[in-house]
């Protein structure tokens, strides 16, 4: 018998063993059926949300069909009259009172991957000229506790449940002999331990690889996922698997080749199991919290109320200020206290933001803290590295929320462009065009020509090559230890 | 009888050594994530305390105003630090903690600490409470396997077994011993950050009783899982085996089943979508209203004055001041109809969350931790309706003081510091203990079931064992 027959013979045998093996099917059954389950629950949240985004759409749609009506109506001679904050063609009025859009960050072909952040960041942001730095401060309101508790996901599935799983049949299977003593046995026959180990690890991988990347898609499926049309997502999701597999192949199979009995290698694959996904998060956070302490939001809403009320006391020089700074000195004889509230309102704002800078500063200072630190987090933790990727295939990582907010506040800006020269408009030159008798001040009515949102993604292909680099990560840090497990095991391990 | 033996097994834990630092890693985890909740409480708690100060001096010190201005300046009101809020955090990070009281809109609280953190912010979160409901079976499970598992791993069980007096009370002491080392070890630390937090934080008896009340249930969930440990390490052939499905077990009862629980809890008593119900209020209670509303409104405060004509009226009442309060009282109704359905929907699935506690000691404990805590959605509400009701009665205050003074030559009404004061300022009381444990009663009855059932469990177990 040459030696490369008994590799390829020790190779079909312990396939053959781990087929057999309850252990493994079991394993399978509970990620198959946890998986789709957590699926499902991901979809039914995505679903909903998709729905919230439509009916918000619709309402949007409807609101601009009734100001037409009433700017028609308001452009007709009329004995009747209407303030300002009721009148939609009136620039100022329709700034404050009338402008309606919304930030849209609709879910990716994949999101039932990883429910992410989800379930707990915004996917819907109001729009208003006035807000300080963005959006309205909103959120989707899911119920606390569930948030505290977590979504049964398929991430949480694959992120908790199915390192244990492979820990516990990769230990079961790998110690067995040892367990059962009669490695001596085996340590008679004419096979290196080191190609024993090899063949084993080989077959383990060979079979638990692809069946966990086929637990993770069939859920994906049974939950409605296009697998096939975001074929780049669903490459990227099966190589995360594979790799986050075999790296847990590895650890069990290296606590195994140490000579560890199923107790002692379970105990240490749990170990490592907890320091990668609570220990190391966690140092993460308190680190964080050392280095960069979250600006308290009480503390801003103090300086935020502290400023309104300086603005508050200097509004009518704010005003002129700003008036002198668009229009030149011309405006200087503008009466401010004459102006409409949403005019004045234009200056006041700007100069809001620019008196709270430091603190918005601030915030995004400890945003980009927390995402360094999170690329530690990622390097040191395989468990972290994966989660994250996850989420980021799937669309609901903090990472794709970052720059929906950023899109949003340049879609602000946008809108501000757009409103404030018309709002300011009739400031400098009275006498703007008005129908005679019309109860409208017709100074604004381009409805259509009013900015959308839209929100650019990464390329699929972008999305796919991160999760390919992170799964190349796994995967070398898992061949890392495989193959010292491997070197370690010159001799055989044999039970004192 | 039981008592030479519980001191035998004691010492016999806490002479391995291997056992000792393990577990005092796992109280060393428990202290340091309490000490760091505690201190980021007590920052918190003197932070509300000055801003809330300070809204308070603001809102006196506004100057003269009109009412209705005053009315949308208004205060920021910020939901109190609890106490235990340092042992357990609850769904206080996933909660505004500030809400804005002003005229025509019920706002949401903001703030949320978790919203725009990263995802490894979540997976870290320092929750001590959350650590030790779902890291504190595997500890229990780990001194379970060490006194259970050693005379059988050597062969010399039968030998024990037959010089016991009897098999439960040989059982029965392994296990109070489980519980008497988990208890210090698993509970003292939090316990001891919850008395820490009680003197600084601040808290007076009512939370001292939940501080108690805290601990009883946290010790009864540590002898549940004791006894629950040690009937696997007994019906187990071998030891593989009886470590198998002390992992097993800790996986499915503690780590799958509170969100397994939760999402149950949410399929069972879905909560209907917050967009839709922000779109009923922009639709039926608008902050500003339509010219065909103003109309509506004119016509319902014409008919209650007994005029005719808004000119007849705008001599006598401020008509401006008596169409806000009838948009105000109706916002209020529409509040009350649309926010209020709401949190009844997503209090009532945390009441199916409580009463799934007979899935597992840890989903009834978690829901009575909270709720203990003061951490829970059914004291958060309490927070948002005391809250709403302060904005009501401040709106309303400056809306009736704008009714009767009509704008005099086109000059609106104003006031000062007089009226402003006649606001007491928002002082929030929770509420007490004893409410708290009627929100979660079926947890606590699953709790007691458990520790019933683990006792049961844990006798039959023992008759059965073979050596």
């Not at chain 1, 781990?18 to 059954?29: D, F, N």
């Not at chain 1, 939950?223 to 049309?229: I, Q, S």
């Not at chain 2, 391995?16 to 393990?22: G, I, K, P, W």
């Not at chain 2, 009509?406 to 409410?435: C, K, M, Q």
């Amino acid at each position: 018998v040459t030696s490369t027959i008994s590799a390829r013979l020790l190779f079909w045998y312990e396939c053959r063993r781990v087929c057999r093996s309850p252990v493994i099917w079991i394993a399978l059954a509970v990620l198959l059926v946890s998986g789709t389950w957590g699926a499902h629950n991901t979809a039914r949240l995505h679903s909903d949300q998709n729905a919230d985004l439509a009916r918000l759409a619709q309402q949007e749609a409807d609101w601009y069909a009734d100001v037409r009506i009433r700017a028609a109506r308001y452009s007709k001679p009329s004995a009747d009259t209407v303030p300002y904050w009721q009148d939609p063609t009136s620039a100022s009025g329709f700034s404050r009172y009338f402008l309606r859009r919304f930030a849209a960050k609709p879910h990716l072909p994949l999101s039932v991957l990883s429910v992410g952040q989800s379930d707990l960041q915004p996917f819907a942001v109001p729009l208003r000229l006035e807000t300080l730095f963005g959006g309205d401060r909103v959120y989707d309101y899911e119920p606390p506790r569930a948030l505290s508790t977590g979504l049964f996901d398929l991430s949480f599935v694959l992120l908790f449940v199915a390192p244990l799983c492979v820990g516990w049949a990769a230990s079961a299977l790998g110690a067995l002999e040892r367990d059962q003593g009669i490695l001596p046995s085996v340590a008679a026959q004419p096979i290196s331990p080191r190609r024993w180990w090899l063949a084993r690890l080989i077959a383990l991988s060979a079979l638990l690889i692809p069946s966990i990347a086929l637990v993770v898609v069939v859920p994906l499926v049974a939950a409605g996922a296009p697998v096939v049309r975001a074929w780049p997502e669903t490459i990227g999701a099966i190589s995360l698997v594979a790799a986050h597999t075999l790296f847990w192949i590895a650890i069990a199979g290296w606590c195994v080749a140490r000579g560890h009995s199923v107790v002692a290698a379970l105990s240490i694959v749990t170990t490592i199991w907890l320091l990668l996904t609570v220990a190391i998060p966690i140092a993460g956070t308190l680190a964080l919290q050392w280095n960069h302490p979250r600006p308290s939001p009480i503390a801003d809403v103090n300086e935020l109320r502290h400023v309104t009320d300086q603005v508050q006391r200097e509004a009518d020089a704010v005003v002129v200020r700003h008036l002198v700074k668009r229009f030149g000195l011309s405006a200087a004889s503008v009466n401010p206290s004459a102006l409409d509230y949403s005019t004045r309102l234009v200056a006041i704002t700007v100069e809001m933001e620019r008196r709270l800078e430091q603190q918005e500063r601030r915030r995004q200072e400890y945003a980009r803290a927390s995402d360094r630190v999170a690329g530690l987090v990622a390097w040191l933790s395989p468990q972290a590295a994966f989660q994250t990727a996850l989420a980021d295939l799937a669309g609901t990582g903090t990472r794709r929320h970052r720059d929906f907010l950023r899109a949003v506040r340049d879609f602000q800006l946008e809108l501000r462009s757009f409103m404030y020269p018309r709002v300011l408009h009739p400031v400098t030159f009275q006498g703007v065009p008005s129908c005679g008798g019309c109860p409208g001040r017709l100074t604004f009515t381009e409805y259509d020509a009013i900015p959308r949102f839209a929100f650019t993604d990464d390329a699929p292909s972008e999305r796919s090559g991160r999760s390919l680099r992170t799964a190349a990560w796994l995967a070398l840090v898992a061949i890392v230890v495989g193959l010292l497990s491997i070197a370690g095991s010159r001799t055989w391990a044999l039970a004192p | 009888v039981l008592r030479p033996l519980v001191r035998l097994e004691i010492l016999k834990l806490v002479r391995d050594f291997r056992l000792v630092a393990v577990m005092a890693a796992f109280s060393g985890v428990l202290l340091l994530s309490g000490t760091v909740s505690w201190l980021n409480l007590r920052e918190d708690a003197a932070t509300k305390a000055q801003v809330a100060a300070e809204e308070r001096a603001r809102w006196l010190g506004q100057g003269e105003k009109d009412p209705h201005s005053a009315a949308h300046y208004s205060i920021y009101a910020f939901r109190p630090a609890k106490a235990l809020q340092a042992v357990d955090p609850g769904i206080v990070p996933f909660v505004g903690e500030a809400v804005w009281l002003e005229a025509h809109l019920q706002n949401d609280l903001l703030f949320r600490p978790q919203q725009d953190s990263n995802a490894f912010e979540r997976l870290g979160l320092v929750d001590p409470a959350g650590l030790f409901i779902r890291l504190g079976p595997l500890a229990v499970f780990l001194l379970a396997f060490a006194v259970a598992a050693g005379e059988r791993e050597l062969g010399v069980l039968g030998l024990a077994l037959g010089t016991a007096p009897t098999r439960a009370g040989y059982f029965g002491a392994k296990v109070l011993s489980v519980i008497a080392v988990g208890i210090p070890v698993l509970v003292g630390p939090l316990v001891l950050i919850g008395v820490l937090s009680l003197m600084t934080v601040g808290g007076g008896a009512d939370d001292a009783v939940r501080l108690l009340s805290w601990t009883l249930g946290a010790a009864a969930y540590i002898a549940i899982l004791a006894a629950i440990g040690m009937a696997i390490c007994m019906a187990s052939r071998s030891v593989q085996t009886a470590f198998a499905g002390l992992l097993l077990s800790w996986v499915i009862l503690s780590l799958a089943a509170l969100p397994a629980a939760s999402a149950v809890a949410s399929w069972r008593s879905p909560v209907p979508s917050f967009q839709q119900m922000k779109l009923v209020l922009a639709d039926e209670a608008p902050a500003y209203w339509t010219p065909e509303t103003g109309a509506e409104q004119i016509a319902s405060i014409l008919q209650r004055y007994g005029a005719s004509r808004e000119e007849d009226l705008q001599q006598t009442i401020n008509v401006r001041g008596a169409q806000l309060d009838v948009a105000e009282r109706h916002a209020q109704a529409v509040f009350d109809r649309e926010i209020g359905r709401f949190y009844d929907r997503v209090q009532a699935q945390d009441a199916v969350y409580a009463s799934l506690g007979w899935l597992s000691p840890a989903v009834a404990f978690d829901a009575i931790s909270a709720a203990f805590a003061g951490t829970d959605f059914f004291h958060h509400r309490h927070f948002i309706d005391a809250a709403e009701q302060y904005r009501r009665g401040l709106v309303n205050r400056m809306n009736a003081d704008l009714i009767p003074n009509p704008a005099i030559n086109g000059r609106e009404h104003t006031n000062d510091g007089t009226l402003w004061s006649d606001v007491p300022a928002f002082a929030y009381r929770p509420r007490p203990a004893l409410s708290a444990a009627r929100a979660v009663t079926p947890a606590l009855i699953a709790l007691a079931c458990w520790l019933l059932g683990g006792a049961v469990i844990v006798r039959r177990t023992a008759d059965r064992v073979q050596p």
